[in-house]
């Protein structure tokens, strides 16, 4: 961490590094570093989902107790589910059953703590219970440390009440954002507004990423470095870019002027040799998709032949279960697993540590590699997440986000591979490449990334079908290129179609950056006032609890979450089947935890409908986990009917929505 400890004052470190070489550890190492030398007295560490954070807990929490066993019960774990870490309930032993309650609060937005629940029965007392940000010494943004998702830091550049407690909470930290490049062109404008107040209060921040591209690392530094200089730009002309990978980026301001330190090192991992194949999607299939999922099935079989682990990527839930109905039929069941985030809290908790049991690093608390095992999963498993698959297969989606889920493949040390997958491989299909005219692609694929960058990342990969890359080596060349602007990356016969999708492309992120700006915390052109005078111009109105706030800076997708319940003649029971009472009231300790784990959140298609016709049940009032959570009751070979879709859910399958056409975003996949 030569970088950190030669830096002249509190700036901005960007880490580009490989997968699975150790960022995060070189993140908390150069956090110690930074905090010693700046006086910082904690640290936020922001990832990309809750599903991230868990795993980032644990290991901050070992992090501190090597450096002081007192500190690791200073850490508070700041995600909306994290009621359902054990790690975290253990830390609540001994607190009521209302542990927010215990360490008292504010209310988001409640300025008289009434609330504003629609389920609130009249007359009763409304709990106070505490924004995320504020729970006490071990919990709390205002915590010395705090492992999250990088939306705690995004709500801080929000234009909403509280936010000045929520700036206060990263003051005086140092802070970590891994996983950067995952924020799209709406959410990087509020990364970019947190920047500009980070880099004025001197904050030290670093920063994380595989496949960062160039025009993104300048406009963060751009962005810190004009909040230190309560400027509204800042110009990066002179920012070095860095020669090598892996490197680091250090950008701070002293007197008024930038000073720039770019480092390269090298890689301690040898290149893998990528075999890059083209599985082409079949373009007569049916709805389902019979015919590609047999034709994967095929592929899978032969290069599982004599045994290996391969990890399929699809990039939607309908898309993920039909694949997996297929390969458990050619397979079977035990060797088969699926991933997705329409299981419900327990079912994708319980998954995860299995996939993470038979396919994470070998020794230790692992189990033993299974013989031959097909893990189908959506994006979930893309980034931050410790697998090693002998094969890949993946849906075709943009360059930097290829290379992560290429990640998942050969990422460990002292696996013995059969002779068939000795080899890494890659197959990409979910297009169909068409010769000298652009190629098809999934619809669905388009709906989430857009069309502009998959042709161009199309390109690259029907370039190198039978070839290979060499990976990590090749990873900034491969991103830039698709990133860049230039017409060559396509072939001849795509770049009328090429333009014209970029055309289309450079409005919608326009229209998106654009639609961010009623939100952020500071208007265009003020950025260099030298008071708050006008902040308060016009908050956002109404109440915005946490699940509110997501969508404001994750592109204003909302999504509802349900409870799952049984039901039938005689009142409700669990989604496992116990007893909960002619209203739901039967709520032990444990079938508290019974009944929250069957927490599941529907598509975003599916909203609008939910928050219309359901509510929680009668007998959970009173409960201040339960009161203000809806249920969906589930009868026996009945579908639930929310709005015009057929609901239900299956253990192995997860939530099964028929009835519409598949949703288009990322969110909850």
């Given at each position: 961490?030569?970088?950190?400890?030669?830096?002249?004052?509190?700036?901005?470190?960007?880490v580009?590094?490989?997968?699975?070489?150790?960022k995060?550890?070189?993140?908390?190492?150069a956090?110690?570093?930074?905090a010693?030398?700046?006086?910082?007295?904690?640290?936020?560490?922001?990832?990309?989902?809750?599903?991230?954070?868990d795993?980032?807990?644990?290991?901050?929490?070992a992090?501190?107790?090597?450096?002081?066993?007192g500190?690791?019960?200073?850490?508070?774990l700041?995600?909306?589910?994290?009621?359902?870490?054990?790690?975290?309930?253990?830390?609540?032993?001994?607190?009521?059953?209302?542990?927010d309650?215990?360490?008292?609060?504010?209310?988001?937005?409640?300025?008289?703590?009434?609330g504003?629940?629609?389920?609130q029965?009249?007359?009763?007392?409304?709990?106070?219970?505490?924004?995320?940000?504020?729970?006490?010494?071990?919990?709390?943004?205002?915590?010395?440390?705090?492992?999250?998702?990088?939306?705690q830091?995004?709500?801080?550049?929000?234009r909403?009440?509280h936010?000045?407690?929520?700036?206060?909470?990263?003051?005086?930290?140092?802070v970590?954002?891994?996983?950067?490049?995952?924020?799209?062109?709406?959410?990087?404008?509020?990364?970019?507004?947190?920047l500009?107040?980070?880099?004025?209060?001197?904050?030290?921040?670093?920063?994380?990423?595989?496949?960062?591209?160039?025009?993104?690392?300048?406009?963060?530094?751009?962005?810190?470095?004009?909040?230190?200089?309560?400027?509204?730009?800042?110009?990066?002309?002179?920012l070095?870019?860095p020669?090598?990978?892996?490197?680091?980026?250090?950008?701070?301001?002293?007197?008024?002027?930038?000073?720039?330190?770019?480092?390269d090192?090298?890689?301690?991992?040898?290149?893998?040799?990528?075999?890059?194949?083209?599985l082409?999607?079949?373009?007569?299939?049916?709805?389902?998709?019979?015919?590609?999922?047999?034709?994967?099935?095929?592929l899978?079989?032969?290069?599982?032949?004599?045994?290996?682990?391969?990890?399929?990527?699809?990039?939607?839930?309908?898309?993920?279960?039909?694949t997996?109905?297929?390969?458990?039929e050619r397979?079977?069941?035990?060797?088969?697993?699926?991933?997705?985030?329409?299981?419900?809290?327990?079912?994708?908790a319980?998954?995860?540590?299995?996939?993470?049991?038979?396919?994470?690093?070998?020794?230790g608390?692992?189990?033993?590699?299974?013989e031959?095992?097909?893990?189908?999963?959506?994006?979930?498993?893309?980034?931050?997440?410790?697998?090693?698959?002998?094969v890949?297969?993946?849906?075709?989606?943009?360059?930097?986000?290829?290379?992560q889920?290429?990640?998942?493949?050969?990422?460990?040390?002292?696996?013995?591979?059969p002779?068939?997958?000795?080899?890494?491989?890659?197959?990409?299909?979910?297009?169909?490449?068409?010769g000298?005219?652009?190629?098809?692609?999934?619809?669905?694929?388009?709906?989430?990334?857009?069309?502009y960058?998959?042709?161009?990342?199309?390109?690259?990969?029907?370039?190198?079908?039978?070839?290979?890359w060499?990976?990590?080596?090749?990873?900034?060349?491969?991103?830039?290129?698709?990133?860049?602007?230039?017409?060559?990356?396509?072939?001849?016969?795509?770049?009328?179609?090429?333009?014209?999708?970029?055309?289309?492309?450079?409005?919608?992120?326009?229209?998106?950056?654009?639609?961010?700006?009623?939100?952020?915390?500071?208007?265009?052109?003020e950025?260099?006032?030298?008071?708050?005078?006008?902040?308060?111009?016009?908050?956002?109105p109404?109440?915005?609890?946490?699940?509110?706030?997501e969508?404001?800076?994750?592109?204003?997708?909302?999504?509802?979450?349900?409870?799952?319940?049984r039901?039938?003649?005689?009142?409700?029971?669990?989604?496992?089947?116990r007893?909960?009472?002619?209203?739901?009231?039967?709520?032990?300790?444990?079938?508290?935890?019974?009944?929250?784990?069957?927490?599941?959140?529907?598509?975003s298609?599916?909203?609008?409908?939910?928050?219309?016709?359901?509510?929680?049940?009668?007998?959970?009032a009173?409960?201040?986990?339960?009161?203000?959570?809806?249920?969906?009751?589930?009868?026996?070979?009945?579908p639930?009917?929310?709005?015009?879709y057929?609901?239900r859910?299956?253990?192995k399958?997860?939530?099964?929505?028929?009835?519409?056409?598949?949703?288009?975003?990322?969110?909850?996949?």
């Amino acid at each position: 961490m030569g970088v950190a400890r030669r830096m002249p004052g509190p700036g901005l470190l960007i880490v580009e590094a490989p997968m699975g070489e150790g960022k995060t550890k070189a993140a908390l190492v150069a956090a110690e570093v930074l905090a010693a030398r700046f006086g910082a007295d904690g640290v936020f560490v922001g990832m990309p989902t809750q599903a991230t954070s868990d795993p980032m807990f644990s290991h901050v929490r070992a992090w501190l107790t090597r450096i002081d066993p007192g500190l690791a019960g200073q850490v508070a774990l700041l995600h909306g589910k994290r009621m359902f870490n054990k790690e975290w309930q253990a830390l609540l032993d001994g607190v009521e059953a209302d542990p927010d309650g215990f360490f008292a609060g504010i209310d988001e937005d409640d300025l008289y703590g009434m609330g504003d629940s629609p389920f609130q029965q009249g007359g009763a007392a409304e709990r106070q219970a505490p924004a995320d940000w504020f729970l006490g010494r071990k919990r709390g943004l205002l915590s010395p440390f705090v492992v999250g998702t990088i939306d705690q830091l995004l709500f801080a550049a929000t234009r909403t009440k509280h936010v000045m407690l929520r700036a206060a909470g990263l003051m005086g930290k140092v802070v970590v954002l891994d996983e950067v490049h995952a924020a799209d062109v709406y959410m990087s404008q509020f990364l970019l507004e947190g920047l500009r107040w980070l880099g004025q209060a001197r904050v030290p921040v670093v920063l994380l990423s595989a496949t960062l591209p160039p025009g993104q690392r300048r406009d963060l530094v751009s962005a810190y470095l004009a909040g230190a200089a309560s400027a509204e730009e800042f110009d990066t002309g002179a920012l070095p870019r860095p020669r090598g990978y892996p490197s680091v980026t250090a950008a701070c301001l002293v007197e008024g002027e930038a000073v720039y330190d770019v480092h390269d090192a090298r890689q301690w991992r040898p290149d893998l040799d990528v075999l890059v194949t083209v599985l082409p999607e079949v373009l007569d299939d049916g709805p389902g998709g019979e015919s590609g999922a047999v034709a994967l099935a095929d592929l899978l079989g032969d290069r599982l032949a004599q045994g290996g682990c391969a990890l399929v990527i699809r990039n939607t839930v309908s898309r993920a279960q039909h694949t997996y109905r297929v390969l458990c039929e050619r397979f079977g069941e035990v060797q088969v697993r699926l991933l997705h985030g329409r299981m419900t809290a327990h079912d994708r908790a319980e998954g995860t540590q299995e996939c993470l049991q038979a396919l994470g690093p070998p020794g230790g608390n692992a189990a033993r590699r299974p013989e031959r095992l097909i893990l189908v999963a959506t994006q979930l498993a893309e980034q931050s997440f410790d697998v090693d698959a002998d094969v890949l297969v993946t849906d075709l989606t943009t360059i930097d986000l290829l290379l992560q889920r290429l990640g998942r493949m050969h990422r460990h040390d002292g696996v013995t591979r059969p002779a068939r997958v000795h080899r890494p491989e890659v197959i990409v299909t979910g297009f169909a490449p068409r010769g000298e005219t652009a190629p098809w692609i999934l619809p669905e694929s388009e709906g989430i990334y857009g069309r502009y960058l998959l042709l161009r990342t199309a390109a690259l990969v029907d370039a190198a079908d039978g070839g290979g890359w060499s990976v990590p080596s090749e990873v900034p060349h491969l991103v830039e290129r698709v990133y860049g602007g230039s017409s060559e990356v396509v072939p001849v016969g795509w770049r009328a179609e090429e333009q014209q999708a970029r055309q289309d492309w450079a409005a919608q992120q326009e229209e998106r950056a654009r639609s961010a700006e009623h939100f952020l915390l500071t208007r265009a052109g003020e950025h260099a006032k030298a008071t708050l005078d006008g902040l308060h111009y016009g908050a956002a109105p109404g109440s915005l609890a946490e699940h509110k706030l997501e969508a404001v800076v994750r592109d204003g997708q909302r999504s509802a979450e349900v409870i799952l319940v049984r039901q039938d003649q005689r009142g409700y029971r669990t989604l496992a089947g116990r007893w909960l009472g002619v209203n739901g009231e039967v709520l032990a300790d444990e079938v508290v935890e019974e009944v929250l784990g069957a927490t599941v959140r529907l598509p975003s298609k599916l909203t609008e409908a939910a928050e219309r016709a359901l509510a929680p049940l009668d007998g959970w009032a009173g409960h201040p986990w339960l009161r203000h959570s809806r249920a969906l009751p589930l009868q026996a070979d009945v579908p639930a009917m929310v709005g015009q879709y057929q609901v239900r859910y299956e253990e192995k399958l997860g939530l099964i929505v028929d009835g519409g056409s598949e949703g288009l975003s990322r969110r909850g996949t």
